[in-house]
């Protein structure tokens, strides 16, 4: 079973800032949260890596709780190249990794 | 730095021959490797973890004998579909953590750019 649940689509206008929100209800203290975007045919390519609070990077945002039981990845001005699916994960590091659903997240025009 | 190569990024192939599948870790060195599978529209499914000069570990599920992995240096892991069917065709991902870029977590892994396999 996967350790995070997430909204399997969303839809967006160009230029508009997306909001994508990750529930990991069983999380562990010494585990990261990582979101990663998959476009077909590739494999996942890293976005961006948090522990807690608030990370930016030059192309998001991670928003974390202190409780750490939710994270929120913050897409800028989307276009649309970032149509793709978008995946959170919880991960220690050296350990395997379960994929959810992830978010297919569609870039309108 | 942290980039992991993944080789063919397609194949196709006739039922019943076996196919390799190359994953690499370029400047680092990977104890650990997993390979998924994808089917199209779905997410990635973990098939095994591949450790270096041991057995692999593979989920409940996964046929070993079918998706053979050898992890024999600390850059190079291969999974080999074995008498290959129609059923087996789908995109093969392995993934290694690997550190020391801005394309890659701190924490985390980086996967391969994927293989498309087309038994037919």
């Known amino acids: 079973l996967a350790k995070t649940t997430q909204p399997i689509s969303m839809d967006s206008y160009e230029g508009q800032e997306v909001n994508i929100t990750c529930s990991h209800n069983?999380?562990?203290?010494?585990?990261?949260i990582t979101w990663y975007q998959q476009f077909p045919s590739q494999g996942p390519r890293f976005i961006i890596q948090?522990?807690?609070t608030k990370v930016t990077n030059e192309v998001a945002s991670l928003f974390i709780p202190a409780d750490r039981k939710s994270s929120t990845l913050s897409l800028p001005r989307v276009s649309l190249s970032d149509t793709a699916v978008y995946y959170c994960l919880d991960s220690g590091g050296y350990q395997k990794v379960t994929f959810g659903t992830g978010t297919k997240l569609q870039v309108i025009p | 730095g942290a980039v992991v190569s993944q080789h063919p990024s397609w194949v196709i192939c006739k039922s019943g021959t076996s196919v390799k599948i190359e994953c690499r870790s370029l400047?680092?060195?990977?104890?650990?490797m997993f390979w998924y599978r994808q089917f199209p529209k779905q997410s990635l499914m973990l098939m095994a973890t591949?450790?270096?000069?041991?057995?692999?570990?593979?989920e409940q599920g996964v046929e070993k004998d079918k998706f053979l992995i050898n992890h024999a240096s600390l850059t190079l892991s291969t999974l080999t579909v074995t008498s290959a069917h129609p059923e087996d065709s789908s995109f093969y991902i392995c993934?290694?953590?690997?550190?020391?870029?801005?394309?890659?977590?701190?924490?985390?892994?980086?996967f391969g750019s994927g293989t498309r396999l087309t038994v037919v």
């Open positions: 069983n999380i562990a203290t010494n585990d990261y």
């Open positions: 993934s290694a953590e690997g550190t020391g870029s801005r394309s890659t977590p701190s924490y985390g892994y980086t």
């Open positions: 591949s450790n270096e000069g041991s057995k692999a570990t593979y």
């Open positions: 948090g522990y807690k």
């Open positions: 400047d680092f060195q990977a104890t650990t």
